[in-house]
């Protein structure tokens, strides 16, 4: 049975003796740990600090040693934790949110009171991945795709890791990490977890452990479903870079005016044979597919990359481009769906002001799709792509899911 190697547990135990985290990120020495308490309370234990260290390890050495100056099992009020911090440093505030975010110190929800008391957070990465899927299998037991999106992350070769998350009630969420060959330059997220059990507080600390664990930005495309998290994700100074709308568009619904332009368009079928040509129109796929995915930047990939994608599963009578002498200057590409099911893929111009020229490829192409008996088109609706914008304003829609793409700022 696959096992990831290394073991991590992250535990947070807020009393007197709180237990040393075992997380690489905070595997504290006693040397370490007397160093930090020594450079920073300069006038002893029961004295002040300095200054509020900036790196989260020596916060939290820090914060372990302040815990000790309240009482467990007492209720405070605001203004007595406040004075008690403000004999340590200054900036009060910046610690105590510390302590709450930590969960070394709760607070109620009206924020009248607050408290100490044990807590026990927990994530392992040595997990056995059969235990993972039946976990899955158990939250997404509803959400067939989701549960498939897991898996392709969990199983893919470019995993980064796999973990359980555990509170006191157990095992609540699992986590699975990958990279992209297309997009490497962020770390890709995927949460299984019971959507009516949203635990804001678990959430956070497994983004504080996914950030310190990865150089690189976290990502997460989600869902409508999950709009508690992305909510979180907001507050938490993760950036929305792009809403994606899945639409189905009915050809027989759709009726578009002549053009009167008299540019001639031609199959994919009809230049896929010339070297010239099917360069440029890969050259073009690459160019406004790049344009369009600024936030998360497209990796540097030889054409043959882009090639082996948008030629796949294409359908190339019912894709098109128009030419000018040996250049593709426009383009909407069709590719094969489930049954009765067409998807229109990669679509774009050379230039913005013969945006124009795809409507008289799309009007073709939905004379193709009914002489097909083509129920419906699916098509990606990205907001950060003006060519997918313009299609569907001429068009007869529904809308069957929303997408949004999240990215650590």
Request: charged share 30%; with cysteine.
């Amino acid at each position: 049975m696959k096992k990831w190697n290394l073991s991590i547990e992250f535990r947070w135990y807020v009393d007197f003796e709180r237990e040393r985290m075992m997380d690489e990120r905070f595997l504290i020495s006693d040397a370490e740990r007397e160093k930090v308490l020594g450079n920073y309370f300069r006038q002893g234990l029961n004295g002040p600090i300095d200054v509020f260290p900036s790196k989260e390890k020596r916060k939290y050495i820090i914060a372990q040693e302040i815990i000790k100056r309240f009482e467990a099992d007492k209720m405070y009020i605001e203004k007595e934790i406040n004075e008690l911090l403000r004999t340590i440093h200054p900036d009060f505030a910046t610690i105590r949110r510390f302590l709450i975010d930590y969960r070394f110190m709760n607070r109620s929800d009206d924020g009248k009171q607050y408290w100490i008391e044990g807590n026990y957070m927990k994530i392992h990465r040595n997990v056995e991945l059969d235990a993972v899927k039946l976990f899955v299998e158990n939250v997404f037991v509803e959400n067939i795709d989701l549960k498939q999106d897991f898996y392709a992350s969990m199983q893919s070769r470019m995993n980064d890791g796999v973990y359980f998350f555990e509170n006191e009630n157990g095992i609540t969420i699992a986590i699975s990490t990958h990279s992209s060959t297309w997009h490497p330059h962020c770390v890709y997220v995927r949460l299984a977890y019971d959507f009516k059990c949203f635990d804001e507080r678990a959430i956070c600390f497994i983004l504080d452990f996914l950030k310190d664990e990865f150089k690189k930005p976290l990502f997460f495309l989600i869902d409508d479903r999950s709009s508690r998290l992305s909510e979180l994700l907001k507050k938490r100074n993760f950036q929305l870079i792009r809403k994606t709308e899945i639409v189905n568009i009915e050809p027989e619904k759709c009726c578009l005016e002549n053009d009167a332009s008299q540019k001639e368009i031609e199959t994919v079928s009809q230049i896929v044979n010339d070297p010239a040509l099917l360069s440029s129109l890969i050259e073009l796929c690459k160019k406004t597919y790049t344009e369009t995915h600024v936030d998360n930047p497209v990796a540097n990939l030889p054409n043959s990359s882009w090639e082996d994608v948008i030629m796949a599963d294409l359908l190339n009578e019912n894709s098109y481009v128009v030419l000018n002498g040996k250049r593709v200057i426009a383009f909407s590409l069709m590719y094969k769906g489930i049954e009765g099911c067409w998807e229109l893929g990669w679509l774009g111009v050379d230039d913005g002001t013969d945006i124009y020229l795809l409507d008289l490829i799309l009007k073709q192409q939905l004379h193709d799709a009914n002489e097909h008996n083509v129920s419906f088109i699916e098509k990606e609706v990205d907001s950060t792509c003006p060519y997918s914008l313009h299609v569907v304003q001429l068009l007869s829609y529904e809308v069957s899911e929303t997408c949004y793409a999240y990215i650590e700022k």
